[in-house]
């Protein structure tokens, strides 16, 4: 069955510093896949997708970038943090084949002080 | 451009009542809709999906939606509530194959359920 890793859960950065969150999926190949962020009390954002390695679409202007080097693994980054930049990260995936639900991680709720 | 509105942001019912959630679409091509539930601190959980077969689609946890074309509407509902559906629910719609399978989300409704 198909899984999908997120981590860290939870992240305190100070404003300047750099960030990575990673996201990984076992059990499929070429998934399609997608960072969302959801600010609190609103809704989910879509910040990034993927359909294929090396192959990212930015959805949103941003201080945030996503590189996507092997098939199965998402990697959402900052140079440099914003205050701006807190809150729940999400990482998911769908099939590449046909369109259907995503999947979605656990979750990094990221804090920036 | 395709899009989702859910109708109200918190919704409170008692333990036993219906819930009934709202979600309106917009779409110019037939829409694949999806309702999700989030609890505190945690990724999405797919509650059920249309994908333009039965039109009454039914869920896990008693949760079922009616997929209307002449309302443009995905309303979700369970006819008796418990205190564990206490959670954010979200209604999305899928762009399609050729947008990467993007899901575009509503803005959220927190059911709360009253003892």
């Known amino acids: 069955s198909q899984t999908i890793h997120q981590w860290p859960a939870t992240l305190v950065q100070p404003v300047g510093s750099p960030l990575s969150l990673e996201c990984t999926v076992e059990?499929?190949?070429?998934?399609?896949l997608y960072w969302y962020r959801q600010a609190a009390g609103r809704g989910l954002q879509l910040l990034f997708y993927?359909?294929?390695?090396?192959?990212i679409s930015s959805e949103v202007p941003q201080n945030l970038s996503a590189s996507r080097p092997q098939d199965r693994q998402f990697i959402l980054s900052s140079k440099k943090l914003l205050l701006s930049d807190s809150g729940f990260y999400l990482c998911?995936?769908?099939?590449?084949?046909?369109?259907?639900?995503?999947?979605f991680g656990q979750g990094t709720r990221l804090t920036v002080v | 451009a395709q899009s989702v509105t859910q109708l109200g942001s918190h919704v409170s019912v008692s333990e036993g009542a219906l819930v009934l959630l709202r979600c309106n679409y917009s779409s110019s091509v037939p829409p694949y809709l999806f309702w999700y539930v989030q609890y505190p601190n945690q990724g999405l959980q797919l509650l059920l999906k249309?994908?333009?077969?039965?039109?009454l689609v039914k869920g896990i946890n008693g949760f079922e939606a009616e997929f209307k074309k002449s309302e443009t509407s995905f309303h979700l509902t369970k006819p008796s509530a418990h205190m564990s559906d206490a959670a954010e629910y979200f209604c999305a719609v899928s762009l399609g194959h050729n947008q990467g399978g993007k899901l575009i989300f509503g803005q959220g409704t927190e059911l709360s359920v009253k003892p």
């Open positions: 998911a995936w769908s099939s590449g084949q046909l369109v259907t639900e995503a999947f």
């Open positions: 249309y994908t333009s077969a039965a039109t």
């Open positions: 059990g499929t190949s070429n998934p399609n």
């Open positions: 993927s359909v294929g390695i090396g192959q």
